[in-house]
């Protein structure tokens, strides 16, 4: 039997984070680095990948620009496509989800004890779904459709609370008002 892994994560999740804590709990052996050349791309690059049970996963972490750059989501979309091709799952991380053990089930099907003390949603961040362009803005929908019930209510909740500091039309778009 072996033990579970631990992982502790100070502070919000970023990228840098997110490729030392797969690092960790993915086995050495399995683990392709960080900033791998898209297949058949010279520009463009994974953030990281590894050999998963189910073969290759290339994961992406997206901040902010993902939501609000439709260029950048094309981009993102080809690298998707180009990923399935080559037999890649791909997982990408929200910047408003932080990684926990739940997540990491969710998004990857791995198993330790994440210690992360952040809390999900929009915390610190002044990029709110209100500046997302429209494809963004599909994007987060889909996303929040997709969380475990427990992530999705704490977006939720971060997003209340930051009507109650800006105003709801400086923090979720018209269209996601009965998100609240």
Same mark, same amino acid.
């Given at each position: 039997?072996?033990? %579970?892994?631990?992982? @502790? &994560?100070?502070?919000?999740?970023?990228?840098? #984070? *997110?490729?030392?804590?797969?690092?960790?709990? !993915?086995?050495?052996?399995?683990?392709?680095?960080?900033?791998?050349?898209?297949?058949?791309?010279?520009?463009?690059?994974?953030?990281?990948?590894?050999?998963?049970?189910?073969?290759?996963?290339?994961?992406?972490?997206?901040?902010?620009?993902?939501? %609000?750059?439709?260029? @950048? &989501?094309?981009?993102?979309?080809?690298?998707? #496509? *180009?990923?399935?091709?080559?037999?890649?799952? !791909?997982?990408?991380?929200?910047?408003?989800?932080?990684?926990?053990?739940?997540?990491?089930?969710?998004?990857?099907?791995?198993?330790?004890?994440?210690?992360?003390?952040?809390?999900?949603?929009?915390?610190?961040?002044?990029?709110?779904?209100?500046?997302?362009?429209?494809?963004? &803005?599909?994007?987060?929908?889909?996303?929040? #459709?997709?969380?475990?019930?427990?992530?999705?209510?704490?977006?939720?909740?971060?997003?209340?609370?930051?009507?109650?500091?800006?105003?709801?039309?400086?923090?979720?778009?018209?269209?996601?008002?009965?998100?609240?």
């Amino acid at each position: 039997m072996t033990d %579970r892994i631990t992982v @502790k &994560i100070d502070d919000y999740l970023v990228q840098n #984070e *997110l490729s030392t804590a797969l690092q960790a709990i !993915v086995e050495a052996a399995a683990w392709r680095g960080t900033e791998v050349r898209v297949i058949s791309e010279r520009r463009r690059r994974w953030d990281m990948v590894y050999q998963g049970d189910l073969g290759q996963v290339a994961v992406e972490f997206d901040g902010d620009a993902h939501y %609000r750059d439709s260029l @950048k &989501i094309k981009a993102d979309f080809e690298k998707d #496509e *180009l990923a399935k091709l080559g037999g890649y799952k !791909v997982v990408r991380i929200p910047y408003w989800v932080q990684l926990t053990t739940d997540t990491l089930a969710h998004y990857f099907g791995l198993e330790a004890d994440i210690i992360q003390d952040f809390p999900h949603g929009f915390i610190t961040t002044k990029v709110f779904p209100a500046s997302f362009c429209e494809l963004g &803005i599909a994007r987060f929908e889909r996303e929040m #459709e997709s969380l475990p019930d427990s992530v999705r209510q704490a977006v939720i909740s971060s997003l209340r609370l930051r009507v109650l500091e800006h105003g709801v039309e400086y923090v979720i778009p018209q269209k996601l008002a009965g998100l609240l």
